[in-house]
């Protein structure tokens, strides 16, 4: 019984046989068949079907107000189960998609959570994950659209370079090496410690990190969220010769925190690539939806993010420099010197479907679709 997993040792979420696939099929047509599909995945995966419960618990109550019946409860359950292992629908997308509203070919319109590892494969060459996911290879090869200083402290072998980088700098923002999602990002302030000393044992408290010099944004985006950077992503597809703008999305900070990524309270709304006009309203990892931001108040829908031109002109520059790949997610900020990389993201999340509800499915697979025919002819 061959059981399917997603790159990066993600957890085997699918047992790939023939009769998984008939009854999968089979719960296609209507609840029955779903009975008997989420049946054969408790039995014949019960630890991982034990353990998905408390997490679908999780989430109904926080994406269900008001709480649900027994009968609502066992319904919920049985069609996010069927949902994860048919579409690969993670529990929270299941409410962010709108799945409960969607008949089958609605909910495979989505690229979902298990599913996008392998279009990423198919896009990216695998030997290159290192040069994003290694925060100082990343800068080496990208430094010059960073237009900042960055520096890996290790150990205390590293103290004469942090000396030199705070006497520089004497704010920064301190990131966790190999953290994602925002999680233990942190601005430290010389003048909050007694030398350089303690400012230096409290960077090695936090592990192998990085140090960057704090980012200054324009005033129109400081003013949406001024405790963070309020950045666009903007994935690029190079597809054809071509660099296709894919799904972009602003993603605004939220409640007092220096980031604005959506696992750490951020809001992110639709972009349109055209324009670079928000869209949409915002929205944050919750399915919480704002008219205007909660902190600030300005209307987020309608929002025009200023030099949208110039910063289609430096994904288009970036989507070119590393042989290979053919899609990342670019995430930019905006200086009084222009656009600059924050970092580039090859596997991230398509939240952009979270905001439109609107799944982006088939319009990645033809451009996939175009990369692969190059390959084959080359």
Not at 113 to 132: G, Q
Request: aromatic residues 12%; proline residues 3%; glycine residues 10%.
């Amino acid at each position: 019984m061959k059981k399917v997993k997603s790159n990066d040792g993600i957890a085997a979420w699918k047992i790939d046989n023939g009769l998984e696939r008939f009854l999968g099929k089979c719960a296609d047509r209507g609840e029955f068949g779903k009975r008997l599909y989420v049946g054969f995945y408790r039995l014949f995966d019960a630890e991982y079907y034990k353990k998905g419960l408390k997490f679908i618990d999780r989430n109904i109550e926080a994406f269900v107000p008001g709480g649900v019946t027994e009968k609502q409860h066992k319904q919920y359950v049985r069609d996010m189960v069927y949902s994860l292992h048919r579409f690969g629908c993670m529990f929270d997308e299941y409410f962010m998609f709108r799945y409960p509203v969607l008949n089958t070919k609605g909910r495979e319109a989505f690229i979902t959570d298990k599913k996008r590892w392998d279009y990423y494969a198919r896009m990216n060459r695998d030997e290159n994950k290192i040069l994003f996911n290694d925060k100082e290879k990343a800068y080496e090869l990208f430094g010059k659209y960073y237009h900042r200083e960055l520096i890996k402290i290790t150990g205390e072998g590293d103290k004469e370079l942090f000396s030199a980088f705070a006497a520089r700098h004497t704010r920064f923002i301190v990131k966790p090496y190999d953290g994602s999602g925002g999680k233990g990002i942190a601005i430290l302030d010389s003048a909050d410690f007694s030398d350089t000393d303690a400012l230096f044992a409290e960077v090695l408290s936090r592990g192998t990190t990085v140090c960057e010099e704090l980012i200054k944004e324009v005033p129109e985006l400081q003013a949406l969220h001024p405790s963070s950077i309020n950045t666009v992503r903007v994935p690029t597809v190079l597809a054809g010769g071509e660099v296709h703008i894919f799904c972009p999305f602003m993603r605004i900070g939220k409640g007092g925190s220096v980031v604005d990524n959506a696992a750490s309270g951020g809001v992110f709304a639709a972009v349109d690539p055209d324009t670079g006009i928000v869209t949409s309203r915002g929205i944050d990892e919750h399915g919480h939806e704002f008219l205007v931001h909660p902190d600030t108040g300005f209307v987020i829908p309608g929002f025009r993010i200023p030099r949208w031109d110039e910063a289609v002109a430096l994904v288009n520059e970036l989507a070119r420099v590393v042989e290979g790949n053919h899609y990342c997610g670019w995430d930019l900020a905006l200086t009084e010197d222009g656009w600059i990389m924050v970092e580039g993201n090859p596997r991230g999340q398509l939240v952009e479907q979270y905001v439109t509800h609107n799944g982006c499915r088939e319009e990645l697979e033809k451009l996939i679709g175009i990369i692969e025919k190059e390959n084959t002819e080359a």
